[in-house]
């Protein structure tokens, strides 16, 4: 029978099961027959992507899921890295989709796709295709490692034994390792970013001349294990040695630049942040960590996470830094950053993470998917070139949303710590709309523009690899993953790899009996010497950078410090934590300017507010203040010159932002050079946001001018809360001691005492903030 009969056969087989489970599954229940039923949904989506990459795009490396024909390499243009990076006509679909198959528990299925790869791709790779060697490593050398452990390790579903696979993955891995170290061999150690398969390096120079810190540092990850199961290290050790540099390239404030040059150090861009030409590198040293047990590399995560914290980190999101000053430069949020919850999870950061989700969830809920490149702060739009179709908006400057996989990656991880329902309901929307929005006749189509809702007439291998992969894992509590391969870690590519007792032993005996340098080559032996000595004698210098994307609105940031969360908000097992927060529609208001839905995406109902969630899990009776009818404004409280007396919190932070609620009372503290302000978008009432007045923002004059207000005992009936400093929550009982003899302007205009009554209260337009005191 053929693979497509086979795969044809499981689809068949799952709409009978979806349909003999949907009579026992009550929408939004979440009991165990209504997460299979969704599970099998999933099943059958990626039974059709996967079919029609079959048929229509293979032995090429994507299929156009509109057009229904290959998507190819541009083999007469070598340089149109936009789409020749990921397509070295080497059946890049089907490489990452062996692991998926693997998740799926589809043996027939897992054995045909690699037996089917076997035959059509060369085993020596002899490819005249330039490709990236970032992308390369993690689709195809880790699609590869990944279906080699499945199929050896006789824990799991698709384990095959020696007489249906010799291990021709792992020799297919070696030799396409060796074409990637190639990239190493710059003087400083540090890879090039492209490598043609056939001619190495012997390409136009412009494509090698940058690399970023996410493509240097990440391969450590696949080629660390490649050494473990080949007894070879010099793939660590080459990895290993280009990860180390790329760290040392960190600022004095141990912030990472994301792109370099490989040949001399050069420092071409010095923000730094959590999304594109970044990410992977903190991954890497978390994931790392935990997959080869290395303490060093959880020491880089633990120095880089206190960096981030301390200089990018607001409440919802990170922001794009400098590296050298330490404030925001770059006022806008990139898709990749949705991977970052997934990571803060874990290592057990979970109320970072649960805040950073859920301003993914408005994204999504806004645009109908993350686009490539949101602004959370108002700008002029990009007239230039602008065209009918796919033009650029003052909130997205890079409007598609190609089926990425990092949110639902996120809510995977969240689920899997929480067990929130929160995170199941985000993933039925997400399931709902692959089946009615993204479903293409050949596969699943993204959005071009999430302006115009424009399709897009692609479906990268990702889509199959990891987007579809961790949504049937999220509602797939019997995995074997989750029951009995406990010591697994996804890549980044979402490949599950895992290091077992016999490997790590085998692994550790070779390292004591040879030191680890008797099968390292000569080569590179000779080069990484060299590196290590140019590295002690050079510093990395940097390019000049752009005034234009340097410190977008002056923002001064101070260090952060750790905190503990306390006990979760949950009183109920029909409770959530993310809908009892009471913050939980902050983010409408505060980025009410820029978080506005397309006209295509009309009456979306926002992830959060989905009526059958809200009706089974949120008490939604007991919490109507929740829903927003707040309105919210923010100013400066204080002077730059005396924000280090200013507040104490038994921390130190400089500076106040103010948020109004007419329900739930509630404060935000960071600093801002700019004031803005929000009108609801709802209100108990249904009134329209036009028929709710907007906020009136207020400066430094209207805080300090004592004279407005007339100390009093009773205040107004509205008051404020501060809930938040420096994106350190306050608890119910900490109170913020300001210095007020600090807090003035310093001009004759407006300068004097903060307002207070008799309590000691700082008064904002005479309403009493509840826990700030002036002493």
């Not at 809702?453 to 993953?481: C, P």
């Not at 790590?504 to 060299?530: A, C, I, N, P, W």
């Not at 949120?618 to 730059?640: D, H, M, Q, V, W």
């Not at 010159?641 to 739930?664: A, G, K, M, N």
Request: net charge negative.
């Amino acid at each position: 029978m053929s693979m497509k009969c086979i795969s044809l056969w499981y689809s068949i087989l799952a709409l009978f099961v979806r349909v003999a489970l949907s009579f026992n599954a009550e929408p939004y229940s979440f009991t165990k027959s209504e997460l299979s039923l969704y599970k099998e949904q999933v099943r059958e989506l990626f039974y059709h992507g996967y079919n029609s990459y079959l048929e229509y795009g293979y032995p090429f490396d994507e299929v156009h899921p509109i057009e229904c024909v290959p998507r190819k390499r541009k083999f007469n243009d070598p340089d149109d890295i936009n789409t020749n990076d990921v397509l070295g006509n080497f059946t890049t679909t089907l490489v990452d989709t062996f692991s998926t198959l693997a998740v799926l528990g589809d043996k027939k299925g897992f054995a045909d796709a690699i037996h089917l790869f076997h035959g059509t791709v060369p085993e020596s790779f002899d490819l005249d295709s330039t490709v990236q060697v970032f992308e390369t490593t993690i689709r195809l050398l880790g699609g590869m490692m990944s279906a080699h452990i499945y199929a050896t390790d006789p824990r799991t579903r698709v384990y095959l034994g020696e007489k249906e696979y010799d291990g021709f993955l792992l020799r297919r891995c070696v030799v396409l390792g060796d074409k990637l170290l190639q990239a190493y061999l710059s003087p400083t150690g540090l890879p090039v970013p492209r490598i043609n398969l056939r001619y190495g390096t012997q390409i136009n120079p412009k494509l090698i001349e940058e690399n970023n810190a996410a493509a240097t540092a990440s391969p450590l990850f696949e080629f660390r294990l490649l050494s473990m199961l080949t007894l070879n290290d010099t793939y660590r050790e080459v990895a290993e040695f280009a990860f180390n540099r790329t760290w040392e390239l960190r600022s004095d404030l141990n912030l990472i630049p994301m792109s370099f040059s490989p040949y001399t150090n050069t420092i071409y861009d010095e923000i730094t942040g959590i999304g594109a030409s970044i990410d992977s590198f903190y991954e890497t040293a978390l994931k790392g960590s935990i997959l080869f047990d290395d303490p060093w590399l959880y020491s880089v995560w633990e120095t880089a996470i206190h960096a981030l914290n301390a200089y990018s980190k607001s409440d919802w999101f990170y922001s794009n830094t400098g590296t050298t000053h330490g404030t925001a430069a770059l006022p806008w949020v990139d898709a990749l950053s949705a991977f970052f919850p997934g990571l803060l999870t874990l290592d057990g950061r979970l109320e970072d993470a649960r805040k950073k989700h859920l301003l993914f969830s408005k994204l999504w809920s806004t645009y109908g998917g993350i686009p490539e490149r949101w602004n959370f702060v108002r700008i002029s739009p990009d007239t230039k070139g602008n065209k009918q179709g796919n033009r650029f908006s003052e909130s997205v400057d890079l409007e598609w949303y190609p089926l990425r996989p990092e949110f639902i990656e996120s809510t995977y991880y969240l689920y899997r710590a929480t067990k929130d329902v929160y995170y199941l309901n985000v993933g039925v929307r997400i399931l709902h709309d692959l089946q009615h929005r993204f479903k293409a006749r050949c596969g699943f189509a993204g959005i071009q523009n999430v302006i115009t809702g424009e399709a897009q007439d692609r479906m990268e291998s990702f889509v199959l690899g990891e987007t579809l992969k961790y949504l049937f894992l999220l509602f797939d509590e019997d995995n074997e993953l989750h029951t009995k391969l406990w010591e697994h870690v996804f890549s980044t590519e979402a490949h599950p790899l895992w290091v077992n007792t016999d490997l790590r032993s085998r692994y550790l005996t070779y390292r004591k009996t040879t030191d680890g340098d008797r099968d390292v080559s000569e080569t590179f032996k000779f080069h990484l010497q060299q590196a290590t000595d140019m590295a002690k004698r050079t510093r990395p210098h940097r390019r000049p950078i752009d005034s234009a994307v340097t410190n977008f609105h002056g923002q001064c940031v101070a260090p952060q410090m750790a905190y503990s969360t306390g006990p979760p908000n949950r009183t109920g097992f029909q409770d959530s934590d993310v809908l009892s927060d009471p913050r939980l529609f902050e983010i409408d208001f505060r980025y009410a300017l820029t978080l506005k839905n397309p006209a295509w995406n009309k009456g979306y109902v926002p992830l959060e507010m989905t009526p059958e969630l809200q009706t089974h899990w949120s008490l939604y009776n007991t919490k109507k203040c929740s829903i927003p009818t707040t309105r919210a404004f923010e100013g400066t409280i204080g002077s730059r010159d005396h924000d280090s007396r200013l507040i104490s919190v038994h921390r130190w932070t400089p500076t106040v932002l103010i948020y109004r609620f007419h329900c739930i009372y509630g404060m935000k503290i960071s600093f801002v050079d700019e004031l803005w302000e929000w009108d609801s978008r709802w209100n108990s009432e249904g009134n329209s946001p036009s028929s709710v007045p907007s906020p009136v923002p207020f400066d430094l004059y209207d805080v300090l001018n004592h004279k407005s207000c007339a100390p009093k005992d009773n205040g107004p009936v509205h008051s404020y809360t501060a809930k938040a400093i420096d994106g350190i929550d306050l608890g119910d009982n900490d109170y913020v001691v300001v210095n007020k003899t600090t807090l003035f302007i310093g001009n004759s205009k407006s300068e004097g005492y903060a307002s207070y009554n008799r309590k000691s209260q700082l008064l904002v337009n005479c309403i009493p903030i509840t826990n700030i005191y002036l002493m």
